[in-house]
């Protein structure tokens, strides 16, 4: 059977977003699409988004709808979204969940589901200042995702590093930022008669089996 799915996945930064749409892909074989990835690759590369980009990352601030919104219609322009497709890390703010209503307009597509991954802030900080990410995607903890060996990823053996904004100066302010700009994207989706929540204070297999039980996947 195939199942299509084109789902959004909402929660505070370092909520688990990222591994439960890693593990999500896999599941459906759908692509993961992180808005966050795609900007730190251009960063990286030093496109011009990137350079665009770059001070609000540093500073834990959202990166400007219009640019957002750009990335967005191109990546959702490519041909390997026909079973669906998860995003990660987008929509952040009530204009950009606006723009994609109006991009899936235009593609004849609609948004079936959106998962609210909920945690406890007191538990993001520790979570965040933790995570040990790789260029490949893969994320890992100090303490609770360790990887087999220390300072390498499992996946690609490429060498782990900590993301200038998971120091913790810059987390206080992502989370401000959450707390601003994305939370009102709950009600909306709620409204919508979209949303899924699932309590994300648990080990991630078992948050992934409530995913696949809310949606029924
Ligand atoms: P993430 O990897 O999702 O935590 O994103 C890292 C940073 O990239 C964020 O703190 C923002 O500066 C920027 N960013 C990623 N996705 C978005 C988005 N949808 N809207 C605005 N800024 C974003």
Redesign the pocket.
Known sequence: MVIQMRMILLGK??GG??TQATLLKEHLDVPQI???????EAVKNGTPLGKE?KN??????????D??RGL?EERLSQDDIGKGFIF??????LA?AEGLKKIADKLGISIDKAVYIDVPTDKIVKRLSGRRSCACGAVYHIESKRPKIEGVCDACSGKLYQ?D?DKED?IKQ?IE?YEAQTMPLIDYYRKEGKLVTIDGDQDIDEVFNDIKRGLGI
Do not use: E
């Open positions: 930064p370092g977003k990222g992180s808005t966050g990835d795609i900007l730190r980009a609000y990352m540093d500073a834990g601030k959202l990166v400007p709808d640019l957002i967005v990660d890390g987008f929509p952040r703010t950009q993301r904004d810059v992502r930022q």
